[in-house]
């Protein structure tokens, strides 16, 4: 359910800057009022183009949200206050806390809207240290500076 909630989400967002980006044209002058001025197509057009975004919203998801492994040593018990002071100096807070899992979401209203709402991190304790789950991006900047900080105080 939460993969179709996301696809629906980035549907609209890309329909809604697409809408944006041709207003824009329009303003300016660059290209006609008129919907068969507009495309090669006309209206005809417009199902394709819906169609190459709803591609685009299926794909985008899956390639986006993503699982990756941390590798830090020691007790969860250790490691916990390392990582919630490496997510607040990345704009995170404390969402939620059970066992050995936390989940976190970006501090700042703004930040949060920008990603349409889709910011949490879930951080989950294993065997080889911590499996993040959440935006790809996101993750590879949360991993580095978690094992970085590890790293400088195991040394």
Partial sequence: ??????????????????????????????????????????????????????????IYPKLSFVKRQAYVTGPYEQLRGGVIEVMNARGYFLENEAAEMMSFRKSGWFSRFTRMFEDRIEIEKNLSGFQLSGYNKDLVRIISAIEQKFRATQE
């Fill in 1 to 58: 359910m939460k993969y179709l909630v996301r696809v629906l989400k980035y549907y609209i967002y890309l329909a809604v800057l697409l809408v944006i980006f041709i207003g824009v044209l329009m303003a300016l002058g660059v290209v006609g009022t008129n919907i068969n001025d507009i495309f090669i197509n006309g209206k005809q057009s417009l199902v394709y183009i819906a169609l190459i975004l709803l591609a685009f919203a299926l």
